[in-house]
């Protein structure tokens, strides 16, 4: 955010070169590097790190001059023993810079010079008063005796913080801030995420509107060919502005970047993007040109647009998020945004700890646990995962609908759905003898041969399966088929996640091998053996076989208490404030007066109910939501569209602020808890109504 607001505040003041995004990495850094040019006066360069030794490859890389240390939170702790030896690897960047700058805390025992901020007098500069109002925050300030102030448009701690070390830096590079005052309160929120949106007439749109480089670009191009599925391509982009190349050199990469990445349509919004893209790109790459966005804007007919996936991909100048205004949808307060970038990270989590050769099955079953299964799918598709599962045909049916082309179990197939199932490719879990041949006698009937299929075996849950007693007896009927072909033979584990249940487990896999013995001597072709679950392929390693079922880990879910991978939650449900009151004391909340108010209170109403999937079970003080960095409880009952929660003891709520019903501030288990549930009941329960808003960091 520091990167991005100091952009703001000097792009018209310096010819400035930065890093797209969150590209911080040993990989981010070097492609950032690489754009500055002999035109640029500033580089504003971002550097991250998750383990021992990478900060000091980064810093041969950038050479800084200028250090600015933001914060030292929590992310990455994984990787060092502590968080002052965290704090001494990131200070390895500015080893040879001529100042540092930051809070004054984390800076005291550095050597080189320093020009500090703190709450507290004797610092470079004394925050002296922060004093917010109607959305809005002063900030008074002493450097040397004198009095300066700023305002911005944002009441969080973090942005306040931010500001401060933005002012720092003019400070320290003798700016007239008085000039800068203006430009301060301008300041435009910074989401460093790609976010994919459902948007009008069945589109989806990328929105990475507030920047325009050709490292961006790529990113997003690579996001977008990611997230297509079959859908048809398209990018409205506006002039890229002050990238120090020859517009000749700089739109013909552009156009080679469009053209790699199947774009099939371009809207290039601007007179320079106009002119040399509808002379780049060749037919049939359909080109359309606008001079300005109030152009386009004026001549926008939202049926040219259907079915298809669009970037919008644009200078913050070019004010596109009046365009975004335009495809999106109407949004419902209540949204679950969907991190598919932690997704990737949770496969990479378990995949790192597979024995070789071990496939992975990605159950994206009951809507990917309520996060939006198409969505899910596309990610997992592109990561290489072996197969997708599904409890039902129609679900595996919309995936092949979005352009997964991934094979696909059907765990819960019926007879009424085998024309469907069949049609779409899909293969289904067989699982009893009358199943068996119920689809048996349907494939012949359609004149199929080989017909690919999955025998499920009973080992011990006791809920679907073959016998091992029937274990003969199928094999010996599916030897003489020329119907059907055993793709796989799986089991469920009952308990794989409970320390004192691990001899279950042991027998469970011991049926089960004992099954799949019988069947591989029987059938004259091999198969694939799958019995693990999440929990599984941690404290079992020893059950990994051909392949593993990855369900709710992937989601960021540790279902083991074993389970020591660095996983990260992928989904956050949050809302928003819709008003706020004082309610006195003796007065209710709420029907059937359910909550009885015992002082004078400020309760706020918040934009969910149990039409969106919040139980009614949080009523009544049981549950809770995060306010402002606390915890609000619910007060009175849970209504339909609406809760209210009591945010007496957290000072400065207002109508508009941003709710957390469950994500990282507050996890999905303790949630579980406080209604006596597990996170998946919490998770899949979340209703169609709400919007789902993915995002790529």
């Given amino acids: 955010v520091v990167k991005e607001w100091l952009a703001q505040l000097l792009e018209e003041v310096d010819s400035l070169v930065r890093s797209p995004k969150s590209f911080n990495s040993q990989i981010g850094v070097p492609l950032s590097v690489w754009e500055m040019g002999p035109q640029h006066t500033l580089g504003i360069f971002e550097a991250g790190i998750s383990a021992r030794g990478e900060m000091e490859r980064l810093q041969k890389i950038i050479q800084p001059t200028l250090g600015i240390l933001t914060n030292i939170g929590d992310a990455h702790n994984e990787g060092f023993k502590s968080r002052e030896e965290k704090l001494q690897e990131k200070l390895l960047l500015f080893r040879d810079a001529e100042i540092v700058i930051g809070e004054k805390k984390w800076l005291q025992e550095l050597a080189q010079p320093t020009f500090t901020w703190s709450y507290d007098a004797g610092a470079d500069l004394w925050v002296q008063a922060v004093k917010t109002t109607a959305g809005r925050t002063r900030i008074v300030v002493s450097v040397e005796g004198n009095t300066q102030d700023i305002e911005i448009p944002f009441i969080d701690e973090a942005s306040v913080q931010n500001a401060i070390t933005c002012l720092c830096f003019l400070l320290y590079l003798e700016k007239d801030i008085a000039a800068f005052r203006q430009r301060f309160l301008q300041l435009h929120p910074v989401d460093m995420r790609l976010q994919l949106r459902h948007a009008i007439n069945n589109c989806l749109l990328v929105n990475d509107s507030y920047s325009a480089d050709i490292t961006s670009l790529t990113i997003a191009l690579h996001f977008l060919s990611e997230q297509s599925s079959g859908r048809k391509r398209t990018v409205i982009l506006s002039d890229f502005h002050e990238t120090g190349k020859r517009e000749e050199d700089l739109y013909g990469t552009i156009a080679q970047l469009l053209q790699a990445n199947g774009i099939q349509k371009v809207v290039a919004i601007g007179e320079v993007a106009g002119t040399h893209l509808s002379s780049k790109l060749p037919p049939p790459m359909l080109v359309e040109t606008f001079p300005t966005t109030e152009q386009f804007m004026e001549q926008f007919r939202s049926s040219q647009f259907a079915g298809e996936i669009i970037l919008l991909k644009g200078a913050r100048k070019a004010g596109f998020e009046r365009i975004a205004a335009l495809f999106e949808q109407k949004l419902h307060g209540t949204v679950l945004q969907i991190n598919l970038s932690a997704l990737a990270h949770n496969l990479r989590q ?221 989904a956050t449900l949050r809302s928003t404030i819709a008003l706020v009151k004082t309610v006195r004391q003796g007065e209710s909340v709420s029907y059937n007066r359910r909550g009885m108010v015992l002082r004078d209170s400020r309760i706020a109403t918040v934009r969910i109910g149990y039409a969106d999937g919040y139980s009614r079970r949080f009523g009544h003080g049981v549950g809770k939501m995060w306010v402002r960095g606390k915890l609000a409880p619910v007060i009175g009952t849970v209504c339909m569209d609406m809760t209210m929660i009591d945010v007496t003891d957290i000072p400065g709520v207002e109508e508009g602020d941003d709710v957390i019903i469950f994500g990282k501030a507050l996890p999905v288990q303790e949630v579980a808890a406080l209604a006596d549930t597990i996170p998946y009941e919490i998770m899949t329960s979340v209703s169609q109504r709400v919007k789902r808003v993915y995002y790529y960091e």
Avoid: C, W
């Fill in 350 to 570: 378990y995949q790192r700890v597979l024995q070789p050769g071990t496939r992975i099955m990605a159950m994206v079953k009951a809507f990917s646990y309520g996060s939006g299964s198409a969505e899910i799918a596309s990610v997992l598709q592109f990561h290489n995962t072996a197969y997708l599962g599904v409890a039902y045909t129609d679900e595996g049916i919309d995936l092949v609908k979005a352009g997964i082309t991934l094979p696909i179990m059907v765990m819960n197939p019926e007879a009424s759905s085998f024309a469907a199932l069949v049609d779409n490719g899909l293969q289904p879990v067989l699982y009893s003898f009358p199943l068996l041949r119920q689809f048996e006698d349907f494939v012949r009937s359609e004149g199929l041969h080989q017909y690919p299929v999955h025998l499920e075996i009973e080992t011990g849950m006791n809920r679907l399966g073959f016998l091992p007693g029937d274990v003969n007896a199928v094999a010996g009927h599916l030897a003489g088929s020329s119907t059907l072909r055993v793709q796989s033979l799986f089991s469920h584990l009952a308990a794989s996640e409970d320390p004192s249940q691990d001899a279950f487990t042991r027998q469970q896999a011991e049926r089960f091998e004992a099954a799949a013995s019988i069947l591989s001597k029987k059938l004259p072709y091999s198969f694939l053996k799958h019995i693990s679950n999440s929990s599984a392929i941690v404290r079992h390693p020893q059950l990994q076989m051909d392949m593993v079922r990855l369900g709710i880990g992937l989601y960021g879910i540790e279902s083991s208490a074993d389970n020591h991978l660095q996983l990260e939650p992928v």
